[in-house]
């Protein structure tokens, strides 16, 4: 009778923190200053309608990336003069990056993201492993929303 109490309490711990929530170090300061590299990201991996200036986690590889969605399907996106428009408005108020494109850089400008997909970009726009480097990235490959963060600071 315990070892099935146990294996009840070991189900419920994996579904809820494998298959409905996840938790996982963030390893980069791409999302700087909201998310620093160290802290506990938290995140829901059934929601699966992602709304602009949501954090998304996603993999590039066997790498977990955290970045914010700027736009979505049929969102025009393109980036002049060191700011960054959708749809013909600037997201950010101030020059705050280069907005220089490498030759690694996929993504052509102004580029409309397909359907069915959501283009993200870092906090810290001078981290550019995101849809700027990658391309967007289709809803079905996001890993979750993250919903809160732990700071770990001085743990």
Known sequence: MLLIKIIIVESVIYILFFQ?????????????????????AFFYHLDNKFEIDDVVTYFNGDS?????VIAKGGDS?????????????P???????SGELTGQDRVRYPYTVPNDEVFVINDNRDEK?????????KIKDLDGKVISIIRTRGL
Do not use: C, H, Q
């Open 77 to 89: 996106v393109e980036i002049k003069d060191g700011l960054i428009y959708v749809n013909n408005y």
């Open 64 to 68: 977990r990336l955290y970045s914010r």
């Open 91 to 97: 997201i950010d108020s101030v020059k705050n990056f």
């Open 129 to 137: 492993i995101d849809s700027r480097n990658l391309g967007s990235i």
């Open 20 to 40: 409905i929530f996840g938790l996982a170090r963030v390893k980069t300061n791409a999302m700087m200053p909201n998310i620093n590299g160290g802290d506990l």
